[in-house]
Nanobody, 111 residues
Framework: QVQLVESGGGLVQPGGSLRLSCAAS????????MGWYRQAPGKGREFVAI???????LYSDSAKGRFTISRDNATNTLYLQMNNLKPEDTAIYYC?????WGQGTQVTVSS
């Protein structure tokens, strides 16, 4: 059974940075895509970034140039480095692998 546990969220001022982590367990992850989604208050869940198992990455327009997704297959950990954060980045951030989801980690960007 796949388990995903996100961490690293918190309160940060506009322009600040956060690094999210997703610890994955339950299977080998080196051969699957892993991604980040987010859900802002009152909105649906939206795509943020994906790390392909062949080394490719893909970002949403809002994340491009500010966020960096990476993975460590040796420790089954997915990361999301978020720089130059904006208030509109406030959301719960979820890690996803195949059809499984973590519980999410709250990111709040506010002065």
């Amino acid at each position: 059974q796949v388990q995903l546990v996100e961490s690293g969220g918190g309160l940060v001022q506009p322009g600040g940075s956060l690094r999210l982590s997703c610890a994955a367990s339950g299977r080998t992850f080196s051969d699957v895509n892993m991604g980040w989604y987010r859900q802002a208050p009152g909105k649906g869940r939206e795509f943020v970034a994906i790390s392909g198992y062949l080394g490719t990455t893909l970002y949403s327009d809002s994340a491009k140039g500010r966020f960096t997704i990476s993975r460590d297959n040796a420790t089954n950990t997915l990361y999301l480095q978020m720089n130059n954060l904006k208030p509109e980045d406030t959301a719960i951030y979820y890690c996803t692998v195949l059809q499984d989801w973590g519980q999410g980690t709250q990111v709040t960007v506010s002065s």
